[in-house]
């Protein structure tokens, strides 16, 4: 795969190497993206798709939510997959019941731990560390294997936070999450939090769990990393709510190209994957998007197409690696490279010297459509 990566050298000193695990959250988290609704048919079809993606583990959903949750954490349990399939539930009996009727053995467990949160549905602090201790205590004895997840942890106070994370695995949690539920934590205070936090449970596994409200979900997430982190969680093509979740095979192509982190994601799968869970889920991405973005191997640019014969020279990764075909494609911003490399591609008979005329007839059709010349427009030019 290194071969494939054209990174340079300029990164070397910042590796991190090693490994980490990818936690997905499409099918809880993210159909919390506004509009979107996944039958539980459509949930197993995805939880197959991110399987043969090698995510390691994958959030079915929350059971408690519908009959149609509780359905698809059925269907995906009982999928057979490669991967820990893990429920969702909050630190109330009901939702635990439930977790242990359906069989599932590893579930994270929310509760919310910031004032602001713990003040807006009239909890105190005292109540819900109580909450949280028997919600652990309850896991631990039905053998689910709970992630303790403090919804809102990184606007949580510090002593408290330390207290509620301490209580939980004294209480039986075997994992802790790290939760930036609004994305208001910056890079550095993730690491900070996260290497505090390794210190409080003192050597339980930790996850980050990180929303993308100010950019920064990608940074953060390799920051959690670089501090210990053993589980990052994310979904595909960052669906979420308001600005999305992170986004896993983002994640997954920066901690190994940039860091040389190993993920187990297979990346010539990820555009096939992303594509398709776009469409069950009915939404757009912007075609520049990092990874999956339709436009990212195609080249408009005539300076650019006078390098297309080298790919490393105008690409940070080849598109081979993730499954992409690259392409040139005709528009304002064309040059004479451009003509030619189209030309040939198409068999046309335009002879060089007519060239420039073409180049000038495609630029001033890109002009007026506002758009790309295609292909049956440009045999239309050239046959004139």
């Known amino acids: 795969m290194s071969d494939l990566i054209w990174t340079g050298s300029l990164n070397d000193r910042y590796a991190i190497r090693g490994e980490v695990g990818l ?15 996944l039958s539980p048919e459509e949930k197993l079809e995805i939880a197959r798709l991110l399987d043969g993606l090698g995510i390691r583990r994958i959030e ?22 490669s991967a820990e399939i893990w429920g969702f539930s909050r630190a109330v009996p009901a939702d635990l019941e439930l977790l242990v009727e359906l069989g599932v053995e590893a579930s994270v467990i929310e509760s919310p731990i910031s004032d602001l949160k713990l003040d807006a549905i009239g909890v105190s602090r005292g109540k819900m ?17 709970a992630a303790f997840f403090g919804v809102d942890s990184t606007r949580a106070e510090a002593d408290f936070y330390r207290q509620v994370y301490e209580t939980a695995v004294e209480a039986g949690a075997k994992e802790v999450a790290v939760v930036d539920t609004l994305g208001i934590a910056s890079p550095e205070a993730v690491a900070d939090l996260v290497g ?35 589980w990052i969680h994310g979904t595909i093509n960052g669906m979420g709510e308001r600005a999305g979740n992170a986004d896993l095979g983002e994640i997954a192509i920066a901690l190994r190209a940039l860091y040389g982190v190993e993920t187990g994601l297979r990346f010539d799968r990820v555009r096939e994957t992303a594509a398709r869970i776009q469409e069950l889920s009915g939404y757009g991405l912007a075609p520049w998007k990092p990874l999956t973005g339709e436009t990212l191997f195609r080249r408009e640019s005539g300076a650019v197409a006078s390098q297309f014969h080298d790919p490393p020279s105008i690409e940070p990764y080849s598109s081979e690696l993730v499954g992409a075909e690259r392409a040139i494609v005709l528009g304002k911003k064309s040059g004479l490279d451009s003509i030619r490399i189209k030309v040939e591609e198409l068999g046309l008979d335009v002879p060089e010297e007519r060239w420039p005329t073409l180049l000038a007839q ?14 049956d427009e440009l045999r239309e030019l050239a046959g004139g």
């Open 129 to 145: 560390l109580e909450r949280i201790a028997s919600a652990m205590r309850f896991a631990d004895e039905h053998g689910i294997r």
């Open 362 to 375: 495609v630029k001033e059709l890109g002009t007026r459509k506002r758009g790309l010349v295609t292909d």
């Open 60 to 81: 079915a959903g929350f059971p408690r939510v519908s009959e149609d949750d509780r359905r698809a954490v059925e269907l995906i349990a009982g999928a057979g997959l």
């Open 23 to 37: 936690y997905d959250t499409t099918l809880r988290d993210g159909e919390q993206t506004v509009g979107v609704v």
């Open 196 to 230: 505090a936090t390794l210190q409080y449970v003192d050597g339980v596994p930790v996850h980050f769990h990180g929303h993308d409200d100010f950019g920064l979900a990608t940074a953060s997430a390799v920051a959690a990393v670089r501090a210990g982190a053993a």
